[in-house]
């Protein structure tokens, strides 16, 4: 049976900075309906070629979202429930699904669970969510030491070898789910045992066969994680920084490796392959020689996968992400109320629309296989392949043109001339063959 998400392209929308949230959250401050402006984006994404939304933290949180204090409250500086429900109702109507933003590795250090274990002592019913240190003899009023995310005092960690955590993780789930949602992206999958998620979404699935989720893995075993967790899929952290890395070092040795793992993957599950989102550096601002943004692009949507586009990345938006509080705040800008009010690079958006149209006209990419034709530090060629389907690509960082060995039916976006079996690629140009 075919699922949605297996040829889903996604719009990735960090809310909270789309909407110009305010940095910290004031609990004494009125709700902000805010969430009808991201509204206005999604005949934007709708055009753009999009199938699904998704979205950043949504949840109430302290700061950036990711520190949440409310796993079932909308986040007030959004809007509230009825604001989120019309974001969905609007999105389905537009034929977008949505995914949600689940932060379940921690919680920040204001939930009220965390206080109220922390007040409580040792004996407390809520002691048992966290990883808590007691001093001995430690009675109510005492305070414990914690485990964190990543050194982060402000994000406590939740001991997911509780019971009461999968329990609570699987009620936000479904919860949400029942709230019209399609799937999960699961912040910081890497932090939590993948028996964990093993054990939480067999119950979710049950009632929710058709929800799509994906892990936020950044390094190590992504096949090995996505079979012992059950998730659908991972982030594709390892092809990401192949693409902007090759390009930069005119090294396309790096980007054909890269493929080469990939195509591994491809034999057990579908990555979501990007080239932006939230956490890291805009491609726009990433790359040394920005006439190489095409090639970037076109790999991302020729390759197997579910491509994934962070908004304002279709506008050539530059932004650079730096270790320091606030770091995140160039990647994660406000947005207007329209589209048509965004400055920023039409030709940029011109091509995504080409290239996302050209993945929508040739499904089968999601699980295609890519191998090389061509190989040299900056001319790459590549076939893209599933049965009885065939595509090329072929990428040109050099100054001169590029002529490759390759049979081709046609040039289906980019540019190029055919010769028989040969294909010239203009200096710095690309082109997507039939």
Same mark, same amino acid.
């Given at each position: 049976?075919?699922?949605?998400?297996?040829?889903?392209?996604?719009w990735?929308?960090?809310?909270?900075?789309?909407?110009?949230?305010?940095?910290?959250?004031?609990?004494?401050?009125?709700?902000?309906?805010?969430?009808?402006?991201?509204?206005?984006?999604?005949?934007?994404?709708?055009?753009?070629?999009?199938?699904?939304?998704?979205?950043?933290?949504?949840?109430t949180?302290?700061?950036?979202?990711?520190?949440?204090?409310?796993?079932?409250?909308?986040?007030?500086?959004?809007?509230?429930?009825?604001?989120?429900?019309?974001?969905v109702?609007?999105?389905?109507?537009?034929?977008?699904?949505?995914?949600?933003?689940?932060? +379940?590795?921690?919680?920040?250090?204001?939930?009220?669970?965390?206080? %109220?274990?922390?007040?409580?002592?040792?004996?407390?019913?809520?002691?048992?969510?966290?990883?808590l240190?007691?001093?001995?003899?430690?009675?109510?009023?005492?305070?414990?030491?914690?485990?964190?995310?990543?050194g982060?005092?402000?994000?406590?960690?939740?001991?997911?070898?509780?019971?009461?955590?999968?329990?609570?993780?699987?009620?936000?789930?479904?919860?949400?789910?029942?709230?019209g949602?399609?799937?999960?992206r699961?912040?910081?999958?890497?932090?939590?045992?993948p028996?964990?998620?093993?054990?939480?979404?067999?119950?979710? %699935?049950?009632?929710?066969?058709?929800?799509?989720?994906?892990?936020?893995?950044?390094?190590?075993?992504?096949?090995?994680?996505?079979?012992?967790?059950?998730?659908?899929?991972?982030?594709?952290?390892?092809?990401?920084?192949?693409?902007?890395?090759?390009?930069?070092?005119?090294?396309?040795?790096?980007l054909?490796h890269?493929?080469g793992?990939?195509n591994?993957?491809?034999?057990?599950?579908?990555?979501?392959? +990007?080239?932006?989102?939230?956490? &890291?550096?805009?491609?726009?601002?990433?790359?040394?020689?920005?006439?190489?943004?095409?090639?970037?692009?076109?790999?991302?949507?020729?390759?197997?996968?579910?491509p994934?586009?962070?908004?304002?990345?279709e506008?050539?938006?530059?932004?650079?992400?730096?270790?320091?509080?606030?770091?995140?705040?160039?990647?994660?800008?406000?947005?207007?109320?329209?589209?048509?009010?965004?400055?920023?690079?039409?030709?940029?958006?011109?091509l995504?629309?080409?290239?996302?149209?050209?993945?929508?006209?040739?499904?089968?990419?999601?699980?295609?296989?890519?191998?090389?034709?061509?190989?040299?530090?900056?001319?790459?060629?590549?076939?893209?392949?599933?049965?009885?389907e065939?595509?090329?690509?072929?990428?040109?960082?050099?100054?001169?043109?590029?002529?490759?060995?390759?049979?081709?039916?046609? &040039?289906?976006?980019?540019?190029?001339?055919?010769?028989?079996?040969?294909?010239?690629?203009?200096?710095?140009?690309?082109?997507?063959?039939?």
């Open positions: 049976m075919t699922t949605w998400h297996e040829h889903a392209i996604f990735h929308a960090y809310p909270l900075g789309l909407v110009g949230a305010e940095p910290v959250l004031d609990p004494a401050a009125p709700v902000a309906h805010r969430l009808p402006r991201l509204a206005g984006w999604l005949d934007h994404a709708v055009e753009l070629g999009a199938s699904a939304l998704l979205l950043g933290p949504v949840f949180s302290h700061s950036h979202g990711y520190d949440t204090v409310d796993h079932f409250t909308i986040d007030p500086r959004l809007g509230d429930r009825g604001d989120f429900d019309a974001l109702a609007a999105a389905h109507e537009r034929g977008l699904k949505v995914v949600l933003d689940g932060v +379940f590795n921690h919680v920040g250090s204001r939930h009220p669970a965390f206080l %109220r274990a922390v007040d409580g002592g040792p004996d407390h019913p809520e002691a048992g969510l966290f990883r240190t007691w001093p001995e003899g430690a009675t109510a009023g005492t305070r414990p030491g914690y485990a964190t995310f990543e982060h005092e402000g994000l406590v960690a939740l001991d997911h070898d509780a019971d009461a955590v999968a329990e609570l993780v699987e009620e936000v789930m479904r919860y949400w789910l029942r709230a949602a399609d799937g999960w699961l912040d910081a999958a890497y932090a939590v045992p028996s964990f998620w093993a054990k939480v979404l067999p119950a979710v %699935r049950a009632e929710f066969p058709e929800a799509y989720v994906v892990g936020e893995v950044i390094h190590g075993d992504y096949a090995g994680f996505v079979a012992a967790s059950g998730v659908d899929a991972v982030t594709q952290y390892e092809l990401w920084k192949a693409i902007w890395s090759s390009l930069n070092d005119r090294n396309l040795y790096e054909d890269a493929l793992r990939h591994a993957l491809l034999e057990t599950f579908a990555p979501m392959t +990007f080239v932006g989102n939230h956490d &890291v550096t805009r491609i726009a601002s990433r790359l040394s020689d920005r006439g190489h943004l095409p090639h970037a692009l076109v790999v991302l949507f020729t390759v197997g996968g579910a994934s586009v962070y908004a304002g990345d506008y050539a938006l530059e932004g650079v992400k730096e270790e320091r509080l606030g770091g995140d705040d160039a990647v994660r800008p406000a947005f207007p109320d329209v589209p048509g009010q965004l400055a920023g690079d039409l030709e940029v958006l011109r995504h629309r080409e290239l996302i149209s050209l993945r929508r006209r040739h499904p089968w990419l999601h699980r295609a296989r890519t191998a090389p034709l061509e190989l040299s530090n900056e001319i790459l060629a590549y076939e893209v392949t599933a049965p009885g065939r595509l090329v690509v072929v990428l040109n960082l050099g100054d001169g043109e590029a002529e490759v060995g390759a049979r081709a039916g046609g &040039v289906l976006a980019g540019g190029a001339d055919l010769d028989g079996d040969r294909v010239r690629v203009p200096g710095h140009g690309w082109a997507v063959l039939g």
